[in-house]
């Protein structure tokens, strides 16, 4: 559901020209990535495979194999890339992250008593056939950190129990604590609309968070908690919980952590939790500090978490709470 802004807050951006919604960019601002997504797009997995194999960190190949999980038609040619190199992982690995973007694409984004038979029959077809893959890639490289995250991506559209789930999230950290994809897929399968609750998400993001250390975007999970926790929420409870002083002061504690710390620095993806932060505190109408995120943000517009509040037009929701933060910039939050 789509949750329309409150009326003071339109008439408060009322008073200037709206600005213009920037686009979204699927590299999110990323120059690797760009080209990342034109190899693929023109069929070069010569490039492809140069670019993801000079990626050494853990965090950064898991943001690179979600920019190739989205390129549109992978799975048509990725095929001639495993037969020219049968004794990569590699090919095999952008197979199967991809496989499981592609079946979130073949179930749609509707609830599910408005997902059709045919639909689900892909979504299940197509997350087995990622699932192989991934499989086969932990098989012959169990350090594969980016196919155990793909794994525990996997793990709530297959519904697999609670044990698998979190061992697949334990293969990942173990071998890197505070990767950032795989912490924020397992809160996703925490979540109460999965197969959590509220308690056990919080409880996960506050636990990753007071572990990591100062300027990590771990941080980040506690204000992706509040968001879910918000959105679930009756209308009329809405309000009241994400600008209640508590909800408000945990939000600033994490930008201080991890954004606004001295020891934090971006990494590429970077967008996609600051602009966590960018709704979070304009939902909190704690405008200096959305003020400021947007600000570091600039046209960095990222499609998630903007369609929770727009799910027609994310862009266009983030410039109108933009302009809002901008104008409001030194209201406090009352």
């Given at each position: 559901?789509?949750?329309?802004f409150?009326k003071?807050?339109?008439?408060?951006?009322?008073?200037?020209?709206?600005?213009?919604?920037?686009?979204?960019?699927?590299?999110?601002?990323d120059?690797?990535?760009?080209?990342?997504?034109?190899?693929?797009?023109?069929?070069?997995?010569?490039?492809?495979?140069?670019?993801?194999?000079?990626?050494?960190?853990?965090?950064?190949?898991a943001?690179?194999?979600?920019?190739?999980?989205?390129?549109?038609?992978?799975?048509?040619?990725?095929?001639?890339?495993?037969?020219?190199?049968p004794?990569?992982?590699l090919?095999?690995?952008?197979?199967?992250?991809?496989?499981?973007?592609?079946a979130?694409e073949?179930?749609?984004?509707?609830?599910?008593?408005?997902?059709?038979?045919?639909?689900?029959?892909?979504?299940?077809d197509r997350?087995?056939?990622?699932?192989?893959?991934?499989?086969?890639?932990?098989d012959?490289?169990?350090?594969?950190?980016?196919a155990w995250?793909?794994?525990?991506?996997?793990?709530?559209?297959?519904?697999?129990g609670?044990?698998?789930?979190?061992?697949?999230f334990?293969q990942?950290?173990?071998?890197?604590?505070?990767?950032?994809?795989?912490?924020?897929?397992?809160?996703q399968?925490?979540?109460?609309?999965?197969f959590?609750?509220?308690?056990?998400?919080?409880d996960?993001?506050?636990?990753?968070?007071?572990?990591?250390?100062?300027?990590?975007?771990?941080h980040?999970?506690?204000?992706?908690?509040?968001?879910?926790?918000?959105?679930?929420?009756?209308?009329?409870?809405?309000?009241?919980?994400?600008?209640?002083?508590?909800?408000?002061?945990?939000?600033?504690?994490a930008a201080?952590q991890?954004?606004?710390?001295?020891?934090?620095?971006?990494?590429?993806?970077w967008?996609?939790?600051?602009?966590?932060?960018?709704?979070?505190?304009?939902f909190?109408?704690?405008?200096p500090?959305?003020?400021?995120?947007?600000?570091?943000?600039?046209?960095?517009?990222?499609?998630?978490?903007?369609?929770?509040?727009?799910?027609?037009?994310?862009?266009?929701?983030?410039?109108?709470?933009?302009?809002?933060?901008?104008?409001?910039?030194?209201?406090?939050?009352?």
């Amino acid at each position: 559901m789509v949750w329309p802004f409150r009326k003071k807050q339109a008439a408060a951006a009322s008073g200037a020209p709206a600005s213009t919604a920037p686009p979204i960019d699927k590299a999110k601002g990323d120059p690797g990535a760009a080209r990342l997504r034109a190899a693929l797009a023109q069929r070069d997995w010569v490039t492809a495979r140069d670019f993801l194999d000079s990626v050494g960190h853990p965090d950064d190949r898991a943001f690179y194999l979600g920019v190739c999980a989205d390129v549109e038609g992978v799975q048509d040619w990725i095929g001639d890339w495993i037969a020219a190199e049968p004794h990569s992982t590699l090919p095999m690995l952008v197979r199967g992250c991809h496989g499981v973007y592609w079946a979130w694409e073949a179930r749609g984004g509707a609830t599910a008593e408005h997902t059709s038979q045919s639909q689900f029959k892909g979504f299940f077809d197509r997350l087995r056939m990622a699932e192989n893959c991934l499989d086969e890639v932990v098989d012959r490289e169990p350090d594969d950190t980016t196919a155990w995250t793909f794994l525990v991506t996997a793990a709530r559209g297959r519904q697999v129990g609670r044990e698998e789930a979190m061992r697949r999230f334990a293969q990942v950290v173990a071998r890197h604590p505070t990767h950032q994809t795989a912490h924020q897929q397992m809160l996703q399968y925490l979540c109460k609309k999965w197969f959590g609750s509220t308690e056990e998400m919080f409880d996960f993001a506050r636990t990753a968070a007071a572990k990591a250390p100062a300027g990590s975007l771990l941080h980040e999970l506690v204000v992706v908690a509040h968001i879910e926790h918000w959105l679930g929420l009756p209308s009329e409870e809405k309000d009241p919980y994400i600008m209640s002083p508590a909800v408000r002061a945990e939000l600033r504690a994490a930008a201080e952590q991890s954004i606004w710390h001295p020891e934090h620095r971006r990494r590429p993806g970077w967008p996609s939790p600051y602009n966590s932060f960018a709704l979070a505190f304009s939902f909190a109408e704690d405008y200096p500090a959305a003020a400021a995120v947007f600000d570091a943000i600039g046209d960095n517009v990222t499609e998630w978490p903007w369609y929770y509040s727009s799910g027609s037009d994310p862009a266009g929701r983030f410039a109108t709470w933009r302009d809002i933060a901008f104008a409001q910039r030194h209201e406090q939050p009352r």
